[in-house]
C-alpha cells in the first residue's frame, strides 16, 4: 500500500458510498491532500516500542 | 445587576438582597435586548425559567436550598439533550427531535437548582467553525459583533460574556470548551476525560469528547464541576467519580507550585500573535509574584498532537453520522459535511496508527507531569477573527493548541489574560495529569483573586 500512489479523493468516497457533486468533490480534493501531510506525522511507531502489540510473522517461534 | 458570578448570586439569595425570580428575569430582559444580535439562544424557554425560578425561591425562603447553582440562571449547548425541550446540535438532521429525558449532566444540573434559560447555539454538531447556511445563524463574539466566538460552545461564551446566563455546559472534543472562552474571555473548563458523564450529549467523537462547566471564573467552574461529575452508568467511559469538595480547595494558592510553559507550541509551532504573548508573560509574572516556580518544558511537536487528535476525531465523527451523510447529504451545512465526509479517506491503518501515537503522547505528557504540577500555553493565538474569515480547512493546516489536552484527557481550562492590541480578550491555558482537575481550577483561582480580567465585560452588555 505505501508504495502504491493514492487514488484520487473522489475515487475513495466513491467506494465508500458517497456520490457528490463536482463542485464539492473539487474542493474535497485540496482538503484531501491537507490531509494526507498529517497523516504523514503519522507513521506506526517502532517495533521495539510496541513489543507487545506487534504482529511478527517473521519472529521464531 | 449582571454581570454576576455565581458566588455572588447565591450570597445575594441567602441575604434576600435578590430572588432567584429577579435574576431570572433580568436574564431575559437582557436576551431580549442582546440575543438579536448575538444569536446565542436557539430556544428561550421563559415558562420553564420562572418556573425553576420561582420554586428555587421557595426553596431558598423555607431555608432548604439546594446548595450554591439554586436558583442560578443556565442555560445548555444544544447538543445536551433535555427533556421535553427540542435538541437540534444546531442540525437540520436533528430539527424537531425533542428527547424524552435530560443528559446525565443536565440532570445533575437541574436537580442542583439551576434555572434553566434556554437552548444555546453550537457549531453543527460541535464540530468548530461557523455555518451561515442553517436555520440558526452563528453566534456573535460579544466584544465585537463581527468577530468569531470561537467554537464550537459558540453560544454559551457569548452568553456568558454578555451577562445572557451566569453559566452554561459546552463541549470540548479539540477544544471547543477553551477556544471561545478564550475568544470571549470567560472561563471555562474541560474536564477530565470520564469525569462528566456524557449520555444524552450527542458526541461529536467519543474517544476524544468531554462535557464540561463555562462560567465568568475558575471559582464558578468549580461549583458547577461539583455538580456536573459522577458515575455514569450509560456512558462507557465514565469514571465513575464524582468531584465532591473542589470548590472548597480553591484557596490552597499557588505557592510551590511548579508551573511548566510549554513555550514551543506557541512560540513556535503555532506562533502567537504579540498581544497574546505579552499577555501570557504578564500572566506567568503573576504566577511568579505568588510564589509559583515557573520554568519551560519541551513536549513533542504541536503538529503531532494535531494530527493525533484531528485523525482521530475525523475518523470517530464519520463513522457516527456515515449512514446519515450517505442518505441526507444536502441536509448537513456544507462546513460540516464536507469535513467530516473527508473521514471517509481515513482507513484503519491510519485510526490505529493515530490511537498508538496517542499512547506515546501521553506518555511523553505523564513523564512532563513528573516535574511539573500544571503546564501552560496559550489557549488560542490570536484575538478573535473576523467571523467570515475563519479558515474552512484549518483543522487540517494549523496546530491545535487545545488538542493535546483532548490527546490524553487530562483537565485543562481557558481564562482571560487581557486584551490584545485589538482590543480583543486573550486567553491562557493551564492543564494538568488525569483527576487534577481540583489543582488547575486552584492554580486559576489564584490567577483570577490577583487579576481583575475576567471580571471585565464587553460594552454592549454594559448597562
Redo the contacts between chains.
Keep these: 500500500?505505501p508504495d502504491q500512489p493514492q487514488p484520487p479523493?473522489a475515487e475513495?468516497?466513491r467506494r465508500?458510498?458517497?456520490d457528490?457533486p463536482a463542485g464539492?468533490l473539487a474542493?474535497?480534493g485540496?482538503?484531501?491532500a491537507?490531509?494526507q501531510?498529517?497523516?504523514a506525522?503519522?507513521?506506526?511507531?517502532a517495533p521495539e516500542?510496541?513489543p507487545a502489540?506487534v504482529f511478527r510473522p517473521e519472529a521464531p517461534r | 445587576m449582571m454581570p454576576m458570578s455565581i458566588a455572588e448570586a447565591a450570597s445575594a439569595f441567602r441575604a434576600r438582597s435578590l430572588s432567584p425570580v429577579e435574576l431570572a428575569k433580568e436574564c431575559l430582559a437582557r436576551i431580549a435586548r442582546l440575543d438579536t444580535q448575538l444569536h446565542a439562544f436557539v430556544a428561550v424557554t421563559e415558562e420553564r425559567a420562572l418556573a425553576d425560578a420561582r420554586a428555587a425561591e421557595a426553596r431558598i425562603g423555607r431555608g432548604e436550598a439546594r446548595g450554591p447553582l439554586d436558583g442560578i440562571p443556565f442555560a445548555h449547548k444544544d447538543i445536551v439533550g433535555t427533556a421535553g425541550i427540542a435538541t437540534t446540535s444546531c442540525s437540520r438532521v436533528m430539527q424537531g427531535q425533542v428527547p424524552a429525558r435530560d443528559a446525565h449532566a443536565a440532570a445533575r444540573l437541574a436537580e442542583a437548582g439551576t434555572v434553566l434559560l434556554g437552548k444555546l447555539t453550537t457549531h453543527e454538531f460541535a464540530l468548530g467553525g461557523p455555518s451561515f447556511d442553517l436555520p440558526w445563524p452563528p453566534a456573535r463574539n460579544p466584544w465585537d459583533t463581527a468577530r468569531f466566538t470561537g467554537g464550537s460552545s459558540s453560544g454559551s461564551a457569548a452568553a456568558i460574556a454578555a451577562g445572557l446566563v451566569l453559566a452554561a455546559t459546552g463541549s470540548d472534543t479539540l477544544g471547543s470548551i477553551r477556544s471561545p472562552a478564550h475568544f470571549c474571555g470567560i472561563t471555562g473548563l474541560k474536564p477530565t476525560y470520564g469525569l462528566v458523564g456524557r449520555s444524552g450529549v450527542f458526541p461529536l467523537a467519543q474517544s476524544l469528547d468531554h462535557v464540561g462547566p463555562m462560567a465568568r471564573s475558575a471559582e464558578d467552574c468549580a461549583l458547577l464541576l461539583e455538580a456536573m461529575a459522577g458515575a455514569d452508568p450509560e456512558d462507557p467511559a465514565s469514571a465513575g467519580r464524582d468531584a465532591a469538595g473542589v470548590a472548597g480547595t480553591l484557596g490552597g494558592g499557588v505557592k510551590g507550585l511548579r508551573i511548566g510553559v510549554v513555550r514551543h507550541f506557541h512560540e513556535r509551532d503555532n506562533r502567537a500573535s504579540p498581544g497574546v504573548l505579552a499577555n501570557l508573560e504578564a500572566a506567568l509574572n503573576v504566577f511568579r509574584g505568588l510564589g509559583a516556580e515557573v520554568r519551560d518544558v519541551t513536549l513533542p511537536p504541536l503538529a503531532d498532537w494535531h494530527a493525533v487528535g484531528a485523525t482521530i476525531m475525523l475518523a470517530e465523527a464519520h463513522a457516527i453520522h456515515a449512514p446519515w451523510l450517505r442518505t441526507r447529504f444536502a441536509q448537513y451545512g456544507a462546513l460540516f459535511r464536507e469535513r467530516v465526509v473527508l473521514g471517509a479517506a481515513i482507513g484503519s491503518e491510519a485510526y490505529l496508527n493515530a490511537q498508538r501515537r496517542r499512547r506515546a503522547l501521553c506518555a511523553a505528557m505523564e513523564q512532563a507531569f513528573r516535574d511539573h504540577d500544571v503546564l501552560v500555553s496559550v489557549a488560542q493565538p490570536s484575538e478573535a477573527p473576523e467571523i467570515g474569515a475563519v479558515s474552512r480547512w484549518g483543522v487540517l493546516e494549523l496546530g491545535s493548541l487545545t488538542s493535546p489536552f483532548n490527546v490524553t484527557g487530562g483537565p485543562a481550562l481557558s481564562l482571560p489574560t487581557g486584551f490584545g492590541a485589538g482590543g480583543l480578550p486573550t486567553g491562557m491555558q493551564i492543564g494538568g495529569p488525569a483527576f487534577a482537575d481540583a489543582l488547575v481550577l486552584c492554580a486559576a483561582h489564584a490567577f483570577q483573586q490577583a487579576t481583575d480580567w475576567h471580571r471585565r465585560q464587553p460594552p454592549m452588555a454594559a448597562g
Excluded at chain 1, 506525522?41 to 511507531?45: K, W
Design positions: 500500500m479523493v475513495i468516497l465508500a458510498g458517497y457528490l464539492t474542493d474535497l485540496h482538503a484531501h491537507l490531509l501531510t498529517m497523516l506525522r503519522l507513521a506506526p511507531p516500542a510496541e502489540t
